[in-house]
């Protein structure tokens, strides 16, 4: 190995460019280059694969990294041996001989990392081999796939801990972005890291922008989002279901659009070539389900889309975390409306498993909806449902357009009383159409039929629009107070709205708002990086020519400089090799490999 003798302050420089340390990076790495096991949860963006590549590289033996997808692993050991790394994967993409060559490298101590899939890892032959060479340390990434409450749950997962059994003195590190505390302390049980050190980052990502807009109509809104924010930049749209992914995608090309569907109902060899083209291409949009995003390695994914409502807090942290990777900044979107909380709602009472999961489930939706329906910063209650305190962040839609509330407690009393009525008086119950239809005193066959315009509550709302009364409905039932039952989504009232229709609490709620677009600071291409005239007419011909050469070198083109370093250069404008080599992003192999075709782009002239 020839970075034995380096310190990690400088691998970190001469093989990533990077001049310091981000967070709780250089105290991790120090734990783990003295032989000690250790725990990490940090966001996606963090840069948790440095935590564990740079011990690596410091210490003698050669790295093992335990990754459960054959995409993700590939393009990391791309990207480590743009950087003039020696790596290698061990998956079922390869061929015999292709294996044999890369265990034969591995014995003879040739390799600074290994990537192996936990299926293959915990085979008995595997484990011989692993014990024929010095092993630096073994890597688990993606550590919550131990958990058995996940939707990534992986079952090869939980053969992990024979890593402590049959290598005791090799130090472990296991990561992931899942914040969630009981997955934390499953996935420390399970792989025998109880005496591991555990490192706890911010999960804080201030370069977000986090929005939730009213569902009106999601496909134009969706694309109003792109065209207008992102055009020709790449992003994640989310979709409950796989029918919707197919619908989306179909409509975005239609708009012009480079977008792909995917969901769990495609062929393996269909999600694989999608994803790799995400991965290895500019501005594309990924139409997803959640089976979609795990280890998306992705630096320069703009937005992160939710068309649907996410299930739990949780989930929309680690699916919006997708966005931004790279430090710049990004949004995450959402549209949600009264459909979402139904479709949710009956989903769960729909699901099996226990009273006790199905009340778990309501927590987290409950969790979901209260962040949706928030009239203070989004950031700050995220954060705050992680046990994380923080001051409003001043960069959400809450904090940059406040929402208007106003008393609505007549209004609320007026809903549940509405409901209470149909019921009792008529025994009947019904969707949102024709409760409003009533409150409102609008005719319909239905009310004549059932003698509705005899009822009390008849008309008692006329003076609020449709579109008033359905915000109405949708906060009162994101607070629990209707509840859609049955298969239909007929609403009932639940016995935590009495306080209310006693007139024991006062009900403050937002008035509608349109969808909001980001700050000036924010939107609009490159601008958004506070780039000057002069800056963004480098930083574009930089992102033409390291097109042209990631697809000549058949490379993802964030291997050749991720927007991050593109974005440095071009403000930094170096006139010279040496100066380039400053510019944070730019390491030694970098600069040999492109640093004479940057100079010349920047200044115009040939570099001798």
Not at 213 to 233: M, N
Not at 240 to 266: N, P, V, W
Not at 286 to 314: C, N, Q, W, Y
Not at 524 to 541: A, W
Request: charge should be negative; hydrophobic fraction near 40%.
């Amino acid at each position: 190995m020839t970075a034995e003798q380096r310190t990690p302050a400088e691998v970190l420089d001469s093989v990533f460019g990077y001049s310091s340390f981000r967070g709780q990076q250089e105290e991790i790495i120090e734990h783990l280059c003295t032989g000690g096991d250790a725990v990490v949860l940090m966001p996606t963006g963090g840069g948790k694969s440095l935590c564990y590549q740079i011990p690596a590289l410091v210490r003698p033996g050669t790295g093992v990294v335990i990754s459960p997808l054959i995409a993700l692993m590939e393009d990391q050991v791309v990207a480590l041996e743009a950087l003039g790394v020696k790596a290698a994967y061990l998956n079922s993409s390869l061929s015999p001989e292709e294996a044999h060559e890369v265990q034969a490298r591995f014995r003879s101590g040739a390799l600074d990392l290994l990537y192996l899939a936990p299926e293959r890892l915990v085979q008995e032959r595997t484990l011989r081999l692993l014990e024929q060479t010095e092993v630096s340390l073994f890597a688990i990434d993606e550590a919550h796939c131990v958990s058995q409450w996940g939707h990534d749950f992986r079952t090869d997962y939980l053969g992990l801990s024979v890593l402590h059994e049959r290598f005791p003195t090799v130090p472990r590190v296991a990561l992931t972005a899942t914040a969630a505390p009981a997955a934390h302390d499953e996935l420390t049980r399970r792989l025998a890291m109880g005496e591991a050190r555990h490192f706890v980052s911010s999960f804080d990502r201030p370069n977000i922008q986090y929005r939730i807009a009213e569902k009106t109509s999601p496909r134009r809104q969706l694309v109003e989002l792109i065209k207008d924010e992102h055009p020709g930049e790449a992003g994640i749209v989310y979709c409950l279901s796989r029918k919707s992914t197919e619908q989306f995608a179909d409509y975005l090309c239609e708009q012009g659009i480079d977008a792909m569907a995917y969901h769990a109902g495609l062929p393996q060899e269909e999600r694989s070539a999608r994803q790799a083209r995400f991965l290895r291409e500019d501005g594309v949009v990924m139409v997803a389900t959640i089976a979609f995003g795990m280890g998306i390695d992705k630096p320069d994914v703009r937005f992160v889309a939710h068309v649907d409502l996410p299930k739990s807090v949780e989930g929309y942290y680690q699916e919006t975390g997708r966005a931004g990777r790279d430090g710049l900044p990004a949004t995450a979107w959402m549209v949600y409306g009264l459909g979402d909380v139904v479709a949710q709602r009956r989903l769960i009472s729909q699901s099996e498993g226990s009273p006790q999961h199905r009340q778990n489930l309501s927590r987290h939706l409950d969790s979901m909806l209260a962040l949706c329906e928030s009239l203070t910063c989004r950031r700050q209650q995220i954060l705050q449902y992680f046990g994380e305190e923080s001051g409003p962040c001043g960069n959400c839609d809450t904090c940059l357009h406040p929402p208007q509330a106003w008393d609505a407690t007549v209004a609320v009393q007026m809903l549940l009383s509405a409901i209470i009525r149909l019921e009792r008086e008529r025994g009947q119950r019904f969707g949102t159409g024709q409760i409003i239809d009533v409150l409102r005193g609008k005719n319909n066959p239905r009310s004549d039929e059932s003698d509705h315009k005899s009822l009390s509550v008849w008309g008692i709302g006329a003076d609020l629009s449709e579109a008033q009364w359905r915000s109405v409905f949708r906060q009162t039932t994101a607070r629990g107070w209707t509840v859609p039952v049955g298969e239909y989504g007929v609403f009932m009232v639940d016995a935590s709205a009495d306080p209310v229709l006693r007139g024991e609490v006062r009900v403050e709620l937002a008035k509608p708002k349109r969808q909001t677009k980001a700050s000036s600071a924010s939107s609009g291409s490159v601008r958004k990086y506070h780039l000057t005239e002069d800056q963004e007419e480098i930083f574009n011909r930089l992102r033409a020519w390291r097109k042209t050469t990631a697809a000549d070198s058949g490379v993802p083109a964030y291997v050749v400089f991720p927007d991050a370093a593109l974005m440095h250069i071009a403000i930094a404008q170096p006139q010279s090799l040496a100066a380039l080599r400053k510019v944070s992003g730019v390491g030694d192999k970098k600069l040999e490999a492109y640093g004479t075709e940057v100079v010349e782009i920047v200044t115009g002239a040939d570099v001798g």
